[in-house]
């Protein structure tokens, strides 16, 4: 990376660029203003003058020579005085006939003074001569005469160059100051961001074992924490997807095994009838485990991918239950297991082949994992909010242990009657969460309810609304 286009170096040069434009328009704002406050008191002190050189000259009662007085006033205002006296002509002559520094070096044509004669009203501003800035007031004096007060501005401007001096050495010291604040913030924060970043490239490299840490109390540090709780749950997720492929293959591996192990039996010219019938049974039955095993992995695959579709209207969980145990009476008589539908009549806002979906796996699970002579219950009910449909057994329940973890995919209980592949109540679970709901446990010994928990609608159960996609 060209080093400067870091983080680091742009930060500073914001930062100097920041200062820099900060002082400019103190600059601007200052010393503009300064000059000219400092040279309009100047000719205000002036034009406060003018009355008392007027009372000097006029009340010379000692008859002191003109230009004695002038130098005494000249002396006491700390500015140069002068008496013109002017003609009537167009342009105003004037003509000094006194001056503080004598008629020797008399004023020429002075355009204050000269305004003064022509307007006949007092007149002041700031004049350039021999190479100098003066500032002057002027006002009429006795009849054909100007009185000027003339002050150089030479202190005053070096007051103001002085100050344009210091403001801008000022200004170079805080800017240096600030871009050597500026670079050092820059680059600790920029080697926080180097670390995050280094963080970012084991983790999407696979590595999840280093956490990310940031002692700061600020923004990097809230990033570090979202980047470790990202960490977290790749990690997670990656075990996941480990524990899900090595569980796949060993469920799809067994099935297999077994279809091939028959299959090389049956080619077998001494298998009799009878064992030969019972083979082929026993393979279709693998077949079956293996065609529920893939449609189980399709839909996980698909709630995982967000491509699970359903169409969400109402449906009466009552017949709903009704038909679940129509649907499972052969089976339960097989395994001496006695069905029962209850409840109220509730309508949910689901889709109605999910919910059959669900309800299969709930009834299968209950009717695998209880002994023989187990009643299992398909009910309804609910509350203002849900409508729920339920599968209870009377059997051994589960271990508190196992509920925990009852849910996960391939998670299956360490008991006598486990069996299956682990991915029904997981699936029964994501698929509830989809349409709006969730698949509860209440366990004890002698009671297992499932609860199936779904979002309800107040219509009559003979009524359908229009399917809402989802």
Do not use: C, W
């Amino acid at each position: 990376m060209n080093r400067f286009h870091t983080v680091g170096v742009k930060l500073t040069l914001a930062l100097a660029g920041l200062v820099a434009g900060a002082l400019a328009i103190v600059y601007m704002a200052v010393v503009p203003s300064l000059e000219d406050r400092l040279i309009e008191s100047r000719l205000d002190q002036l034009e406060r003058s003018i009355p008392l050189v007027q009372q000097t000259i006029f009340s010379n009662e000692a008859n002191v020579a003109l230009d004695d007085l002038l130098r005494y006033e000249s002396e006491q205002r700390n500015a140069r005085v002068v008496i013109f006296e002017h003609l009537p002509t167009s342009p105003v002559y004037l003509m000094a006939i006194g001056d503080s520094r004598g008629l020797s070096q008399a004023l020429a044509q002075d355009p204050v003074a000269q305004r003064a004669a022509e307007r006949r009203q007092l007149e002041r501003d700031v004049v350039e001569r021999s190479g100098g800035a003066f500032a002057e007031v002027a006002v009429p004096f006795r009849p054909g005469e100007i009185l000027l007060l003339s002050a150089p501005l030479e202190d005053t401007l070096a007051n103001i160059s002085l100050v344009e001096r210091r403001l801008l050495l000022a200004g170079l010291v805080a800017l240096l100051a600030s871009a050597a604040v500026g670079f050092a913030l820059a680059r600790f924060f920029a080697r926080r961001i180097r670390r995050l970043e280094r963080a970012a490239g084991r983790i999407a490299a696979g590595s999840f074992d280093e956490p990310v840490v940031d002692r700061g109390a600020d923004e990097l540090s809230e990033l570090a924490a979202a980047f470790d709780d990202m960490r977290k749950r790749l990690s997670a997720l990656e075990r996941a997807r480990r524990e899900f492929i090595a569980n796949a293959s060993h469920e799809l591996r067994t099935p297999i095994f077994a279809l091939g192990g028959h299959l090389e039996l049956l080619t077998d010219e001494d298998v009799d009838e009878r064992d030969r019938r019972a083979f082929l049974e026993e393979m279709r039955r693998q077949v079956e485990r293996l065609t529920k095993l893939a449609t189980d992995l399709l839909d996980l695959s698909r709630l995982d991918a967000g491509r699970l579709r359903v169409e969400l209207a109402p449906v009466d969980l009552s017949e709903v239950a009704g038909s679940l145990v129509g649907e499972f009476g052969g089976i339960g008589r097989g395994s001496d297991h006695v069905l029962h539908s209850e409840g109220d009549d509730v309508i949910a806002l689901a889709d109605e082949e999910r919910v059959r979906q669900i309800g299969r796996i709930l009834l299968e699970n209950a009717l695998v994992h209880t002994p023989p002579g187990t009643d299992v219950r398909v009910g309804t009910g609910g509350d203002a909010r849900f409508a729920e449909l339920r599968v209870s057994d009377d059997g051994p329940g589960i271990a508190p242990a196992d509920q925990e973890h009852i849910f996960e995919r391939f998670y299956r209980a360490e008991t006598a009657l486990a069996a299956g592949s682990g991915l029904g109540l997981a699936i029964a679970r994501e698929l509830a969460s989809v349409m709006g709901g969730d698949v509860e446990l209440e366990s004890a010994p002698g009671r297992t309810v499932f609860t199936l928990r779904l979002p309800r609608v107040a219509v009559p159960a003979g009524e359908r609304e229009p399917a809402l996609a989802r």
